[in-house]
């Protein structure tokens, strides 16, 4: 007998789902006009968790007259710091609450409980926390002193981290002063209604934040929507751009966290066993379905053998499966569409002569899943290279000299994140120099904290989210 | 009785002066309507290579020392001020003001000048940070420049409008294509030819002079612009262009005021590192 | 496979093909491993496995007949109450109860139950070659069939590596087809894991059969990350040369808990073939008596108290 683990069910009971919800405006939930809902499920096992409200333009509208309603009369008349103490309340309830929203994010999300549990909800907090510390320090933002709220702030985020997305935007546009009106991904919204009840039992003024479910037809209701004066946007670069030119001509400024292919350099003197580890978060953790992902391995060619065959025996150790056990490494594709486009763009890889290499793995009968996938051979002229997966899929190329690394790295209109390994401390600081990427993990990957500026150059998006930078997004300053 | 010799207006591109590939030119005539000159009237391919000498200057000037941009910044100063009659009669025969505006506005040039060369070495320490991250990491976050950045200086100032818009960019290692006052474009020039002989490296500093509303469009749609300052444009023209600048997410900016060091931040990036911190 | 010829050069330019460790990367792996949650059926396999796995160990100045005698009567029958509970890996005792221990294990039913000494000079190592050659000579005369000597952590904090490595050499020579050699690495004095990973190489290269943290007498002992470096090392060297080395902490794993994080992290850093007393043990006292109580709640439903397992 070898050492099998045996199932460890994180138990469900902690979490109630409701057989229908409706949306979140003014305080208040109420059903969509026309009672028209949507199904949300569980992708792990394709069971309908809840029906879900359907908000059409006519709900938005009232959302977004809450949201006015509350800005004007009430949240930007409350000193700065009786504000931010709302926000510390918001950041305690998710602690005391944190295993139910854990649970449900891993049931409707699809990732595993590990994640959920040790990363998105008690990051999701911290991004409350930090920022609550922030309402009535404002004038040490950087942006003059007495920067002023934009107003009503449209969000529309999407299904990878849903509540830690909702955190990043939902923080600190209330810290800075606005009021919110936020539709989270279609496929996930579960983890933003549960949100609405803890606005609820924090006491936050009806109207401060307004939670409307569906799908793009909604998201671009709020972006048109002339009484919202500020986009904040987290999802595909297709999108992003559609936002960016919807918003042309008008008032209204955006936040754009799009998409990336982050190249993760790998040179010749890394410590090995860390970089493998780092190989593997950068791509597999989240499934993968991460913006900033390590997708394209740029390895220093004389040790490609060598890196491979430590990759190829960690990735065999991946424990794929029930997003709900406590030792699954990797959960559920979150959707059918999702899935299928990753089988699209991985089998162009095998079109196009890269050399595929996947684990032996048994993958659940019901539900989305895509085992851990390699892709050696890779140049930078393949699909897989340029395009972005959103899957557990890796690309693996090489390079010779770290101009070379360089040149690789940034021959793409993203610019989000990238990594780089190595042992020699001048050589980091050179190459996170040249490389064009927002994020830059040294010796480790896919490291996130509130406190820390988060968004990328080019294609990758306008802004930062996080830290002193990202709270500019949030301010009109003096220029 | 001696005949003046008279200035051909041509492009600064990469470096060098040339006339409009085009083979265009516009008539600049004074306030009262009598003929100034003919300047270059560029085209989207005289843009194109102002695009392309702006991107091989980015990776010289971007690597600089900041402290050796500010002194070129700083050089710039101190040759306006040697030929700042020259930009004052010049001034004086476009705007039609007095000599005493027109003096007043090239000191104003000039001082624009010496104040953003003593930011290029501070925007970092004061704009950047060091984040406190939980666990064992250094992280830190710096502002770079973001490249290649295009700008539409205001249409109605000759000189002062100009720096106001180039200075900031180029202050942190951004190359700029600069589009002039399409009204007002003699002093573009002849701030090319200070420029061309105050140590800036060839192809920082592009200038153009032509119909704003032709290169507008080109300018917005290039996909190897990063940023543009529309300040110069009508709001139609500021739409359009962000609706073509919207293919590869430019970063348009205008501007309100004069002087900001957000004029400088709007044109960088805010990079973040974070490293492991051990034994 | 010879990597080292013993002279000086030839021992750092092999410590040098070795990669560096990142501290806070290696830290975090041993961390996640930690939050396996093994339950049940796997639950009650790693628990018998750990016995299996224990050098159950009295190493004290106040040792006697008796109490290694008594040790060696659990170390037979952990639980006197259940034949089904398997025995331990070893007894490990000072060089001068090996022989009390032997006769002891023998006469109680325990005849394939080896006895460890710890050896030259332990714990500090600090005296001549000749001594710690008596120290193993004399422990083997006696019985011990497994030599747990420690290394000199002043030769290798000073760069004298060739004394490092000649000294093992040279007590691997004594113990040649007469016992294992286990050797100590001490890691909490050598403080950081790129040295762990030199030692454990040094230590392998110059013919141990078994790499262990810790002489139990200094903190911090066998951590996790200690662990999880040591365990990388004899993956790597088997790769390198198709030999399996032994890895044993030592130190500080007390609990049912801390057990099963040690076997966790040999099955998914070494791999599963490494979960076997041959390559795996772990050097404890009371982690014996937690492992029983774990065990009888597992067969017994409910929770068990001190009183029910035995002292020794």
């Known amino acids: 007998m070898t050492f099998e ?3 460890a069910l994180e138990a469900t009971s902690v979490v109630k789902i409701k057989s229908e919800y409706g949306l979140f405006i003014n305080g208040k939930f109420v059903p969509a006009k026309g009672g028209k809902s949507f199904p949300t499920i569980n992708p792990a096992t394709e069971e309908t968790l809840s029906k879900i409200a359907f908000a059409s333009a006519s709900d938005v509208d009232k959302a977004v007259a809450a949201a006015r309603a509350a800005y004007s009369k009430v949240w930007s008349k409350m000193p700065a710091a009786e504000r931010g103490k709302y926000l510390f309340r918001i950041a305690r309830i998710l602690q005391e609450r944190a295993r139910e929203f854990a649970v449900l994010e891993t049931l409707n999300n699809g990732k595993p409980i590990r994640e959920t549990r040790d990363i998105d909800i008690p990051l999701a907090a911290s991004h409350f926390f930090y920022h609550a510390g922030w309402a009535d320090k404002l004038d040490h933002a950087g942006m003059g002193s007495s920067p002023k709220p934009h107003g009503v702030v449209g969000q529309v985020i999407p299904w990878n981290f849903p509540l830690l997305m909702l955190s990043w935007k939902i923080a600190p546009a209330l810290a800075t002063g606005n009021t919110v009106v936020l539709k989270p991904a279609e496929t996930t919204p579960l983890t933003a209604l549960l949100f609405a009840e803890v606005c609820q039992q924090a006491g936050l003024p009806a109207g401060v934040v307004n939670i409307v479910t569906g799908d793009g037809s909604t998201g671009s209701a709020i972006v048109n929507h002339p009484g919202i004066d500020k986009i904040a946007f987290t999802g595909s670069t297709a999108v992003g751009k559609g936002i960016a030119r919807a918003i042309a001509g008008t008032k209204k400024s955006a936040t754009l ?48 053998d060598e890196l491979l065959e430590k990759l190829k025996r960690r990735i065999s150790m991946i424990r794929v499966g029930n997003p709900l056990d406590k030792n699954t490494d990797l959960g559920a594709i979150n959707s059918a569409a999702q899935l299928a486009k990753i089988r699209e763009l991985a089998d162009s890889g095998d079109t196009e002569g890269a050399e595929r290499w996947s684990p032996q793995c048994d993958l659940p009968s019901k539900g989305f899943w895509y085992p851990p996938t390699i892709f050696t051979g890779v140049t930078q002229a393949h699909r897989i290279a340029q395009e972005e997966i959103f899957g557990p899929v890796l690309s693996v190329l090489t390079f010779r000299t770290p101009q ?50 988060f968004g990328g150059y080019k294609e990758s998006g306008w802004g930062r989210e996080g830290g002193r930078h990202g709270l500019a997004a949030y301010l009109k300053g003096d220029h | 009785m001696r005949i003046d010799v008279k200035k051909t207006y041509k492009l600064f591109i990469g470096g060098s002066f040339p006339r409009s590939e085009s083979g265009r030119c516009y008539e600049i005539s004074n306030a009262k309507g009598v003929f100034i000159a003919n300047p270059a009237q560029a085209s989207r391919k005289d843009l194109r290579d102002a695009v392309v000498a702006a991107r091989s200057a980015f990776g010289g000037w971007s690597g600089a020392t900041a402290f050796n941009r500010g002194q070129i910044l700083y050089r710039a100063a101190e040759i306006m001020e040697g030929r700042a009659a020259q930009f004052v009669d ?66 109605k100032s000759s000189l002062l409008g100009l ?59 290039h996909m190897d612009i990063d940023a543009v300052d529309a300040t110069g444009l009508t709001s139609a023209q500021d739409k359009e262009l962000r609706v073509a600048g919207s293919e590869n997410l430019k970063r348009v900016s205008t501007f309100k005021a004069e002087q900001s060091p957000q004029r400088i931040l709007a044109f960088m990036e805010h990079k973040t590192v974070w490293h492991p911190i051990g034994i | ?61 106040a040792d006697t007949a008796g109490k290694v005698k008594a040790i060696c009567n659990k170390a037979v029958r952990p639980d006197p109450s259940d034949p089904t509970v398997p025995h331990v890996g070893a007894i490990c005792v000072y060089n001068d109860m090996v022989k009390i221990a032997r006769t002891h294990l023998d006469a109680a039913g325990g005849k394939d139950i080896p006895v460890a000494a710890v050896s030259t000079a332990f714990p500090s190592g600090r ?23 420690v290394i000199d952590r002043g030769a290798f904090l000073s760069g004298d590596l060739e004394k490092v490595y000649s000294e093992i050499k040279y007590i691997k020579s004594l113990c040649e087809g007469r016992a294992h050699l286990k050797v100590i690495l001490e890691t909490g004095e050598l403080v950081t894991l790129d040295n762990v990973r030199k030692a454990s190489f040094l230590a392998m290269a110059a013919g141990a059969d078994f790499i262990k943290t810790s002489t139990g007498k200094v903190t911090p002992a066998a951590t996790a990350p200690v662990v999880l470096v040591m365990l990388e090392a004899v993956r790597d060297w088997y790769a390198m040369t198709g030999v399996k080395i032994g ?14 994080k040690q076997l966790v992290l040999v099955n998914e850093t070494a791999g599963p073939e490494w979960l076997t007393p041959e390559l795996f043990r772990i050097g404890a006292s009371a982690l014996l008596n937690d492992l029983l109580m774990q065990r009888m709640k597992l067969r017994d439903g409910h929770y068990a108290g001190p009183n029910y397992v035995t002292l020794d």
């Open chain 1, 404 to 453: 070379e690394a360089i040149e690789k790295a940034n021959n793409t209109p993203f610019g989000l994140s990238a990594g780089i390994w190595t042992d020699k401390g001048s050589r980091i600081l050179w190459t996170a120099k040249h490389l064009k990427a927002g994020v830059i993990w040294a010796n480790t990957f896919n490291k996130f904290d509130p406190a820390s500026p």
């Open chain 2, 90 to 155: 010049e001034i004086v025969a476009v705007e039609g003001v007095t000599s005493s505006a027109a003096k007043k506005q090239v000191q104003e040039a000039i001082d624009t000048w010496v104040w953003y060369s003593g930011w290029c070495d501070k925007i970092g320490s004061i704009f950047g940070s060091t984040n406190q991250v939980s666990g064992a990491f250094y992280n830190f976050t710096i502002p770079e420049p973001m490249g290649v950045v295009a700008a539409f200086a205001p249409q």
């Open chain 2, 163 to 221: 720096v106001q818009t180039i200075a900031p960019i180029i202050a942190t290692g951004n190359t700029v294509v600069a589009v002039a006052s399409q009204k007002l474009p003699l002093s573009a020039i002849t701030l090319a030819e200070v420029l061309a002989t105050s140590d800036l490296p060839g192809g920082v500093v592009n200038i153009l002079t032509g119909m704003t509303a032709e290169l507008a469009p080109w300018i917005g749609s």
């Open chain 1, 5 to 7: 683990y045996a199932p």
């Open chain 3, 1 to 61: 496979m010879q990597v080292i010829d013993g002279s000086a050069s030839s021992i750092k330019s092999f410590l040098k093909t070795l990669s560096p460790v990142d501290q806070v990367g290696a830290e975090s792996r041993a961390a996640m491993l930690a939050t396996r949650s093994i339950k049940t059926s796997s639950k009650s396999w790693a628990i018998d496995m750990a016995i299996s796995m224990i050098d159950l160990t009295t190493l004290e100045g």
């Open chain 3, 127 to 149: 005296a001549s070659l000749e001594v710690k050659r008596v120290d193993t000579e004399d422990a083997i005369a006696n019985g011990a069939a497994e030599i747990d000597m």
């Open chain 1, 257 to 304: 966290e799009l998409g990336g292919k982050g190249a993760n350099i790998i040179y010749e003197d890394a410590a090995i066993d860390e970089t493998v580890e780092g190989i593997i978060s950068g791509i597999f953790f989240n499934q993968g379905h991460v913006c900033c992902a390590g997708s394209r391995l740029l390895v220093q060619e004389n040790i490609q």
């Open chain 3, 247 to 260: 890895v044993k902490p030592a130190g500080g794993i007390r609990t049912t808990k801390d057990a099963i």
